[in-house]
């Protein structure tokens, strides 16, 4: 893969590296360019190990072994075990939040089951003091964008005394026990609150519509997480749809799993299927993928805001895939980049965060040619991030660090979203499909079809070709459809 998506000219400059810099991988601290490509591509016997530890793990967490901790997979029962039926009808709300980001949604459904126009969507931004608490105030900002939208822009089209359904997409881990109660069980992205841990979202939420006459009508119906959004979402135009994944600034995937697999399921299940939450984020925090990171993902993690947890996200997720490349370039620079009187700054290599994964996968998107001035551009940027100079080799050793490093994401979600298809029931009977909604995934069409690939490889020989499904917005359009399906009072 690495070498089919170079030019012949940088593919002779990347052999020219290899043979380089074996002469200099002795230095203390440093490996040859060809030996730190070799442990991003993951062998046979790694790949089967990552299928059946991830098998394993899964299994677990369906029979609750996460709360002796045992495994790190929670699998979380939604309480999702239906959607649409074609009978919804009328104007819906949905809440997003999630990072800093935070978003009111509009939707009105129509008879027969279908969304007129655009979605209305209202964007909004935390600010720094409520990313640090206390944990109220964050959902008392809630309350006060909801109730500035409900009286103002939409005020126009929202009839006056019609009660209004109100679905919250909460994008923290959680454990639920219905549908509209959900327990924080830890803030995570840039969420910094020293409370709230412990105690009900979907309450917090709903005493903060409560003190706003003006949201008398709002009904609060569902708590839900940006998995389960994302798969609602897609499902509303395709029924086969059977996972969600969120792909951007982190990850994580939940799917529809037959209750009979879950020990000890809910009694207020209803239906012979639900939506199981994976909270994959944190695959691997128990050791069991230590076999395929390297000494840079350690560093990686080391230096992250949460050591020693969300493994399965540092190795594949956008928050960590440009560190990853500049841990790589920290520790064998010295090797790798040795003309120096060209390379005005190796030094600065060692400066964490300061490699963007989007400009990794620009620079490793074989669709823009090696010799096209944007590919150039990119690879151009790189070095000059890190002070490397600018020469053919060292442009054609960064393209390769970059194309390794994103393939090796794309293929460890490959082989664990295989293992997920291949547990979906659908109503067709046939393979289900995959909706992605996050910014790594939407801004790098290069970067789907090698996900697209590398779970069409882990699926056994005569599978038909895998869907994957772009869930734009997913994760709040889905917190207003599943409002939708809430029957009123």
Not at 169 to 198: E, I, Y
Request: proline share 4%; charged share 20%.
């Amino acid at each position: 893969l690495l070498l089919n998506s170079m030019s012949h000219d940088q593919s002779e400059q990347y052999h020219s590296c290899e043979s380089d810099t074996e002469s200099v991988g002795s230095i203390p601290g440093s490996r040859a360019f060809s030996a730190v490509i070799k442990e991003l591509t993951l062998t046979d016997a790694q790949l089967r190990r990552l299928r059946d530890t991830f098998r394993e793990e899964l299994q677990l967490g369906l029979a609750g072994r996460y709360k002796h901790k045992e495994t790190y997979l929670q699998c979380a029962v939604t309480f999702v075990s239906h959607l649409f039926t074609g009978s919804e009808e009328g104007h819906f709300l949905g809440l997003d939040l999630g990072g800093t980001n935070f978003r009111v949604i509009c939707i009105r459904i129509e008879a027969g089951g279908r969304i007129t126009d655009s979605p209305r969507v209202f964007p909004y931004r935390l600010t720094e003091d409520l990313l640090t608490g206390p944990s109220r105030a964050v959902f008392e900002f809630i309350a006060d964008k909801l109730e500035e939208v409900v009286t103002g822009d939409l005020s126009a089209v929202l009839h006056p005394q019609t009660a209004l359904n109100l679905g919250f997409t909460f994008s923290f881990p959680m454990r639920q026990t219905a549908l509209n109660h959900g327990v924080l069980l830890t803030w995570t992205k840039s969420f910094r609150c020293t409370d709230g841990v412990g105690e009900d979202a979907y309450a917090l939420l709903q005493q903060a519509i409560s003190k706003r006459e003006s949201l008398s009508r709002i009904r609060l119906v569902a708590i839900l997480n940006d998995t389960t959004g994302t798969l609602a979402s897609a499902s509303f135009h395709d029924p086969n749809c059977g996972i969600g994944v969120i792909l951007g600034t982190g990850t994580n995937a939940g799917y529809w799993e037959q209750v009979s697999n879950i020990a000890d399921p809910p009694g207020s299940l209803q239906g012979d299927r639900v939506i199981v939450e994976v909270d994959w984020g944190a695959f691997g925090d128990n050791g069991c993928l230590d076999f395929l990171k390297l000494a840079e993902d350690f560093e990686v993690d080391r230096i992250s805001n949460h050591p020693g947890s969300y493994t399965f996200e540092k190795l594949i997720s956008g928050m960590y895939l440009g560190e990853i490349v500049n841990q790589v370039l920290k520790g064998c620079v010295s090797s790798w980049f040795c003309d120096i009187q060209q390379c005005s700054g190796c030094s600065e290599a060692g400066n964490a965060w300061k490699i963007s994964s989007q400009l990794v996968l620009d620079v490793a998107n074989p669709d823009c040619g090696t010799k096209s001035e944007d590919a150039a551009a990119n690879v151009v940027e790189l070095l000059s991030v890190c002070g490397i100079g600018n020469n053919p080799r060292n442009r054609a050793m960064v393209s390769g660090l970059c194309s390794a490093v994103v393939a090796r994401a794309a293929t460890i979600l490959g082989v664990v979203l295989a293992q997920l298809v291949l547990r979906v029931h659908t109503p067709t009977g046939q393979l289900p499909s995959i909706a992605f909604d996050g910014s790594l995934y939407r801004e790098n069409p290069f970067f789907q079809q090698l996900i697209r690939e590398k779970v069409q490889a882990n699926l056994p020989e005569g599978c038909p070709p895998i869907t994957l499904l772009d869930a734009v917005d997913g994760s709040g359009l889905g917190a207003a459809l599943l409002a939708a399906t809430v029957p009123p009072e």
